[in-house]
């Protein structure tokens, strides 16, 4: 059903960006000509812009939204022989546009970061508590996409400031947060009740497993990922919902009494991962560290909080450098589980 919206001309869609750039950063997906990853390639990824025709409403970005709340390196406090100072963070609240599938993972980040334990992640929410998300709807399915099969295909029940869905040189969107009411009233053409677009079938599908019997986990389906994964880790780097970090020092002085505290995005399929101390390592196999990935993303996590972690966003099948598919995987699993059970 739709709620209270309106509709803009272009021009008074970006009189709403040009304002409301001046109380927010605004965060969305941004077309770098040039910048992708072969000689003469595009590549979608998130920028701070001021004007409306800046923001890429049309393409698929390639990479995130997570590190406007997960920066790939955030220093924590700085600390010197005496005293620690906390760091600073910029105080304007943060507008980030995105997709339903990356709206999902959001709320799979705040479960780890705000709800896993007793208590919130400090340094996340205070960076969360000033971020607001404006939904942008999908008018079709994009290469890799599964999200209808992982269910994050829709976002009415999550929390949004506004939607926007460009349609025949208009903008229509959808307003949840009245706080903004008066830029939008002030520059629509008209008000109307907008309901945000959304996908119902994507090409690519999956079958999730019910239940993963052990065998599984020691299964030979992860050996062919010995040799085919070379441990790039780009597959974690772009995934929306993966949250994991590691910790750095970094000494100012030679005594190792001066310097800063940084967390850094980790990757559990690159060396190093799983050291420990006393020179233990784990996951050695590219394998085993895929079986790890894979069973976090549609098993364990889902024990854990009652839903699924990967949201099917597809953006590892597309960036993987081996054209390794994680659908396929799911399917493999899923078939397999299903082999297992007919054999009982
Ligand atoms: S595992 Fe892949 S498809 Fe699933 S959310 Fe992460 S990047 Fe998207
Ligand atoms: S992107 Fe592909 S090759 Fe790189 S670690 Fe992930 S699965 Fe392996």
Not at 13 to 21: A, G, P
Not at 45 to 52: G, L, N, T
Not at 72 to 77: D, N
Request: charged share 30%; hydrophobic share 30%; proline share 2%.
């Amino acid at each position: 059903m739709g709620k209270r919206g309106y509709i803009f001309l272009p021009g008074g869609f970006n009189k709403v960006i040009e304002e409301l750039s001046k109380s927010y950063r605004i965060y969305a997906p941004v077309l770098k000509v040039g910048e992708g990853r072969f000689t003469d390639t595009d590549v979608v990824r998130y920028d701070f812009v001021k004007e409306a025709s800046e923001i890429e409403l049309d393409k698929k970005s390639d990479y995130s939204f997570k590190e406007i709340l997960t920066p790939l390196s955030q220093t924590l406090f700085f600390f010197t022989e005496n005293d620690v100072k906390e760091s600073e963070i910029d105080e304007r609240e943060v507008l980030v546009f995105l997709r339903s599938c990356d709206l999902n993972a959001l709320k799979r980040l705040d479960q780890i970061y705000l709800h896993n334990g007793r208590e919130e992640d400090y340094f996340y929410a205070r960076i969360r508590d000033k971020v607001k998300f404006v939904l942008m709807g999908c008018a079709h399915s994009y290469e890799d996409c599964f999200c209808v099969d992982m269910g994050t295909n829709r976002a009415d029940d999550l929390d949004y400031s506004f939607s926007v869905d460009y349609i025949d040189n208009r903008f229509h969107c959808q307003l949840k947060d009245s706080v903004l009411e008066d830029v939008f009233t002030n520059n629509a053409l008209k008000e109307q009740d907008i309901t945000p677009r959304f996908v119902t079938e994507n090409e690519t599908r999956v079958q999730l497993p019910d239940s993963v019997p052990l065998s599984i986990f020691t299964s030979d389906m992860w050996e062919e990922y010995n040799t085919r994964c070379i441990g790039c880790g780009r597959c974690n780097y772009v995934c929306p919902t993966c949250t994991c970090y590691t910790m750095q020092d970094v000494y100012y002085t030679d005594n190792g009494r001066v310097g800063e505290r940084r967390r850094v995005n980790a990757s559990c399929m690159v060396d190093g991962y799983t050291n420990v101390a006393g020179g233990g390592e784990y996951r050695k196999k590219y394998g085993e560290r895929m079986r790890f990935k894979t069973m976090h993303k549609i098993y364990d996590f889902k024990k854990r909080f009652g839903y699924n972690m990967c949201v099917g966003c597809g953006r590892c099948d597309t960036v993987c450098p081996e054209y390794i598919s994680f659908s396929n995987i799911i399917n493999k699993v899923t078939a397999k589980t299903l082999e297992v059970q007919n054999e009982k």
